[in-house]
């Protein structure tokens, strides 16, 4: 079947297991966080919102999310596009890129299977620190971070 390819996706369950992981670490330092988790397509697969947590970073934690599905976390790419004055004016701009710390990609064996985007603690390291807890789930998930 020359005209199909096989991908692969995260699954609910293991999506779940990561939305609780993070919300267990938002809860030991003492914050309150949107967690969004998408499948390889940029769909919501599983999504959090702790008492408290800001409404507007809803959208911030799924863009955060969407834009790790290039493979990179956000702070990563933030890093890239800063160099290039051309890709720091236009990339922010598009629809659902977030360009700041808080986002990973979910890797499984080098391929890309969803992301993971935290927001709404005081500090993007909260945000990093959160989405790192969910992320050790995925023993392959960190080891290009």
């Known amino acids: 079947m020359g005209n199909v390819v096989t991908k692969h996706s995260i699954s609910s369950e293991l999506a779940q297991k990561m939305i609780d992981q993070a919300v267990a670490k938002a809860r030991r330092m003492g914050v309150a966080e949107n967690i969004a988790i998408l499948d390889d397509g940029g769909n919501l697969k599983a999504f959090s919102r702790m008492d408290g947590a800001p409404i507007l970073s809803i959208e911030i934690a799924q863009?955060?999310?969407?834009t790790a599905l290039f493979g990179v976390s956000t702070q990563?790419?933030?890093?890239?596009i800063q160099?290039?004055?051309s890709l720091l004016a236009g990339i922010p701009t598009l629809a659902r890129v977030a360009a700041y710390g808080g986002g990973f990609p979910i890797k499984v064996g080098g391929e890309v299977v969803g992301a993971i985007g935290v927001s709404g603690a005081p500090t993007v390291q909260h945000d990093v620190d959160c989405a790192k807890a969910a992320?050790?789930?995925v023993p392959d998930a960190m080891r290009a971070e």
């Open 63 to 66: 863009n955060k999310a969407y």
């Open 76 to 80: 990563d790419f933030f890093n890239f």
């Open 83 to 85: 160099r290039d004055p």
């Open 135 to 137: 992320l050790a789930l």
